[in-house]
């Protein structure tokens, strides 16, 4: 837990959006606050009784009115998490650590989310095993000289963008072009094979100095390849076999980009709002098992790491592409899915330490279901669920109600976005 805290810290710290605001600006006393009481929690926190640290830390959540966005999150996630670590830290013994065995189930958890049409990692996965196994297939039947090029350049050419690998299909050629004449006009006055090798040296040299993408690191991997592939063959054979290669190649990762799981910023953008909807839901279930089995930590800081990954890519998009009213609305989900992140967070180390009475398991256990359910896949029309009894705990009681309130704002939020003509769409046949 003081893992995530410190995590959650450096993701605030490191993002610097918040603090353009003014309005913003005059929350950092009362980050102050959380902080000095952090340093004494470091100080004081005991085994035995923590009620000072804990009256303290509910004098802020109480007395602190803040603007809402992302700072209100953090301020009031953390005096959360500091007043459940307050509970769970006399409680906490030290435990064996199992350094051989596998959870399974953790792994076919991790596994589901990962294999999915949606994923980045899933679709450029696919794309490059179809790039490979075409060029990789024609090296393996066609007996040519060099013929490994093909492969090697398409390898290169492809990219989890769309718009970067665009952008290599049309640095590489030119680079691979200008390399060629560079041999040419160079390779008569190196007459002798020190020279060559050299040569071949240099262009290595410079080719890793060189930034991976531009035109001009092709013109130097070009200039090594060719002048080391002289030695055994003819110049103007192996200029006009580089660039029919390249062309090849270019040609191959052209069609797999456009028809074959294609990945623009427009809709790797809608693929990330969904990840994020998804890792709610993720988090749901891990939070399930938490009532029936000891679940590690580390996968809960999985998630929020990715969470986090995630949202700074959507965030940047956003500021980029999406300006004026659309944008805002967009922000907003983005910051309302933080809070049901957090929320959704702190419920689940308030299941996992023993919050509810054993009698409360089942029904908590049906909540999460019905919960799991409305935020994964998202739909703007799904009824909202309603905190039909109240928990032991008053603070497993209070999480759960704001997380509900704010699922409805999200939901609102995404009914608002799915109004808007889809802008993905839009953009997408403009493009085309």
Known sequence: MLAVMFQRSFYLVRDKAWQQDEVQQNALPRLTEVAELAEEASQTLNETDNAELIAKARTLLEQREMPEGRVRI???????????????????????????????????????????????????????????????????????????????????????SFEDSEHRLVTRPIGTALGCLVVALVEPFLPTVP??????????????????????????????????????????????????????????????????????????????????????????????????????????????????????????????????????????????????????????????TGSAEREEYPALMDLTIQLQREIFPPQPTTPSIALHRDFRDKDLTYVLTQYMRNSGHLRSLYSQIASNTLIFKKKELARK
């Open 195 to 352: 020279m060559q090798f050299a040569f071949a040296f240099l262009m290595m040299f410079f080719m890793y100095c060189s930034t991976p993408g531009t035109w001009v690191q092709p013109i130097f991997s070009t200039s090594f390849a060719l002048i080391l592939a002289s030695m055994s063959m003819q110049d103007n054979t192996l200029i006009w076999l580089r660039i029919a290669y390249v062309i090849t190649a270019v040609l191959l990762v052209s069609v797999i980009n456009l028809f074959f799981f294609p990945t623009t910023k427009e809709k790797q953008f809608a693929l990330n709002i969904r990840r994020l909807f998804q890792l709610h839901a993720s988090y749901w279930e891990i939070a399930r098992r938490s009532l029936s089995q000891n679940v590690d930590l580390h996968e809960y800081n999985e998630l929020l790491t990715e969470f986090h990954m995630i949202y700074a890519q959507c965030r940047e998009y956003i500021q980029k592409e999406l300006p004026g009213e659309t944008g805002t609305v967009y922000h907003k989900l983005l910051v309302t899915l933080w809070k049901t992140f957090s929320e959704l967070e702190q419920t689940a180390y308030l299941m996992q």
């Open 74 to 160: 953090f301020y009031r996630s953390c005096l959360h998490m500091l007043i459940l670590i307050c509970h769970t830290y006399p409680a906490t013994k030290k435990q064996n650590l199992q350094w051989f065995g596998v959870d399974w189930q953790e792994t076919w958890l991790k596994f589901r989310r990962r294999i999915s049409r949606h994923s980045i990692e899933t679709r450029f996965a696919l794309r490059l095993s179809v790039v490979l196994t075409i060029s990789c297939g024609a090296m393996a039947i066609s007996h040519a000289n060099h013929v490994y090029w093909f492969p090697l350049n398409a390898f290169l050419l492809l990219q989890p």
